[in-house]
């Protein structure tokens, strides 16, 4: 059975720095692109980086480009999300999941594109992020 598993969020102060995990089991993460999404309560899912199979292959969304670093560690079938410098409108629920057409992100159009969220599979139950004014 395949499960992924994010963990990491919490409730931190703007300027804070949070490292999200995204664990699988079931399924080999190496073989494809991984993406990161966030959502909050009555808005749409938003795409927030995503990491290829390749070293190098990363997109970021523009609000979060320069604060947050997508990296995988495929020895340990994990994908992280460092996330520094927290503003306020970073408050979510995060998500990641495998995009089962693509080893490779094809560019924020793309591989961040919620309507392309359809090339997406296996979402964890996602991990609050708070931050406390």
């Known amino acids: 059975q395949v499960q992924f598993v994010e963990s990491g969020g919490g409730l931190v102060q703007p300027g804070d720095s949070l490292r999200l995990s995204c664990a699988a089991s079931g399924f080999f993460l190496n073989y494809y692109a991984i993406g990161w999404f966030r959502q909050v309560p009555g808005k749409e899912r938003e795409g927030v980086s995503c990491v290829g199979t390749s070293d190098g292959n990363t997109d970021y969304a523009d609000s979060v480009k320069g604060r947050f670093t997508i990296s995988r560690d495929n020895a340990k079938n994990t994908v992280y999300l460092q996330i520094n410098r927290l503003k306020p409108e970073d408050p979510a629920v995060y998500y990641c999941?495998?995009?089962?057409?693509?080893?490779?992100?094809?560019?924020?159009?793309?591989?961040?594109?919620?309507?392309?969220?359809?090339?997406?599979?296996?979402w964890g139950q996602g991990t609050q992020v708070t931050v406390s004014s």
């Open positions: 999941a495998a995009n089962l057409m693509r080893t490779r992100c094809a560019g924020t159009s793309i591989s961040l594109n919620p309507a392309h969220l359809h090339e997406y599979d296996y």
